[in-house]
T-cell receptor, first 114, second 112 residues
Framework: KAGVTQTPRYLIKTRGQQVTLSCSPI?????VSWYQQTPGQGLQFLFE???????NKGNFPGRFSGRQFSNSRSEMNVSTLELGDSALYLCASSRELAGADTQYFGPGTRLTVL | KNEVEQSPQNLTAQEGEFITINCSYSVGISALHWLQQHPGGGIVSLFMLSSGKKKHGRLIATINIQEKHSSLHITASHPRDSAVYICAVGRLGETSGSRLTFGEGTQLTVNP
């Protein structure tokens, strides 16, 4: 069974640009969650999607958005990039809601904002 | 105060030693997760538990719901166990969603 995949793996952008990251969950998993990891803040919850609906959102500005498609694939978008958005962005999938099911993580997208 | 506190932050052990990493939390949870992150970023879920104790190979995880505390034990530690171990609590929200809240992680180094 294929694992969670994320594309691209590495991305370099400049301030003010926007970026779209993609996550393909394990087949049969309906829940996709996104996380940001930085050296200073550690791992932080961004969003949770379940059956194409955003079920929960973390404490991030509106520049961070996402969606989930009918095949459970998910994208997240960050507009008007800031230097502080440089981070490893991880997605994870599970059959049920993230809070109560084993999470399977993707390899992450490392975003660098210059 | 963080909702999830881990200790110690850093741990160095000799191969073969018994290792314990602790996690305390201050909120109601649906489940507690132990994760392992190797250099390069990949995260693997080791355990998800909501009560009692689970064992997988040399790894044992326990949770005490009343005391809001969990421990991860590694028996007969090996250099390949060197990684960051992260405790995360799962919470079900009011809007039919959920979220994970993470501890800061414990950097474990096992020397041969």
């Amino acid at each position: 069974k294929a694992g969670v995949t994320q594309t691209p793996r590495y991305l370099i952008k400049t301030r003010g640009q926007q970026v779209t990251l993609s996550c393909s969950p394990i087949s049969g998993h309906r829940s996709v969650s996104w996380y940001q990891q930085t050296p200073g803040q550690g791992l932080q919850f961004l969003f949770e999607y379940f059956s194409e609906t955003q079920r929960n959102k973390g404490n991030f500005p509106g520049r961070f958005s996402g969606r989930q498609f009918s095949n459970s694939r998910s994208e997240m978008n960050v507009s008007t990039l800031e230097l502080g958005d440089s981070a490893l962005y991880l997605c994870a999938s599970s059959r049920e809601l993230a809070g109560a099911d084993t999470q399977y993580f993707g390899p992450g997208t490392r975003l660098t904002v210059l | 105060k963080n909702e999830v506190e881990q200790s110690p932050q850093n741990l160095t052990a000799q191969e073969g030693e018994f290792i314990t990493i602790n996690c305390s939390y201050s909120v109601g949870i649906s489940a507690l997760h132990w994760l392992q992150q190797h250099p390069g970023g990949g995260i693997v879920s080791l355990f998800m538990l909501s009560s009692g104790k689970k064992k997988h190979g040399r790894l044992i995880a326990t949770i005490n719901i009343q005391e809001k505390h969990s421990s991860l034990h590694i028996t007969a530690s090996h250099p390949r166990d060197s990684a960051v171990y992260i405790c995360a609590v799962g919470r079900l929200g009011e809007t039919s969603g959920s979220r994970l809240t993470f501890g800061e992680g414990t950097q474990l180094t096992v020397n041969p």
